[in-house]
């Protein structure tokens, strides 16, 4: 029986059948590679719409494959149902045996791309990693972090815990800049530096409310934790965004003489 099977496998599979599916793969391969060079194209042209753009890759590039698939298998080869029937059988009988990894993250990913937890352009942090979704394929998703590292995670890692997602396919997010000061600097006087710096910050999003808000710690001495929440222009800006809060602020303290450059209060 199974020797009937591969004899007809082979018939089905001549050159020219071969060469038609090649030629089919390729011009899948060719047409993705123009969409996904137009797409990142339109993501550049129109930044704030960047995200929304960049969510139609994964999708169009999963339809092809299995609308090339199909035509392949059903057009081209288009084998008669017992061998079809034998061939599916035996594909599914490797793949659960050799590829479950495999298997779980594919299924993982097509769980993903119609019930995504986030999509290209998110801030996500997942596995201990955080960083911007730069890609989402059906077995893996690929991070950027801050320090211009590549993290590829898999899906169904992916699926097992839980995920952050700073911003859920908004340009914009919040962001919180921690500044720890002595706990007897004015109060009042701080809060209103730090937000007023959030506010001249070129990075800042102001149709968004600006915060302050001051918490007490201990770290070998007594601490206030000042936390100024603004919300971002745009996620790829946050740890600038960051970072000129925080310069804006400790300057403004040392120019009124509030704390000195040894982060002592001055008598």
Known sequence: MEQDVLAELLELLSLSSL???GGVLLVVWLVLQVLKSAIERLAQ???????????IFPVL???AWVAAVLYIVFIIIHPPQGVMYALLGSLGLAMGLAAQDGIRNLLAGTMMLFNPPFRV??????GGQYGEVVRLDLSVTWLRTFDDNTVMVPNAEILKQAVVNSNSGEL???VVVTLDLPATVPVQAVKELAADAARRCPYTYLKLPINVLVEPRYDRRFLLRF???AYVTDVRLERLMASDIAERTFEELMARQLIDARWDVPA
């Not at 042209?45 to 969510?55: E, G, L, M, T």
């Open 19 to 21: 060469l038609r599916a």
């Open 121 to 126: 352009g998110d801030m996500v942090e997942v």
């Open 227 to 229: 936390k100024v929440k």
């Open 172 to 174: 914009h997010e919040l």
């Open 61 to 63: 590039r999963l339809f």
């Open 45 to 55: 042209r129109f930044p704030r719409h960047r995200q929304r753009v960049q969510q």
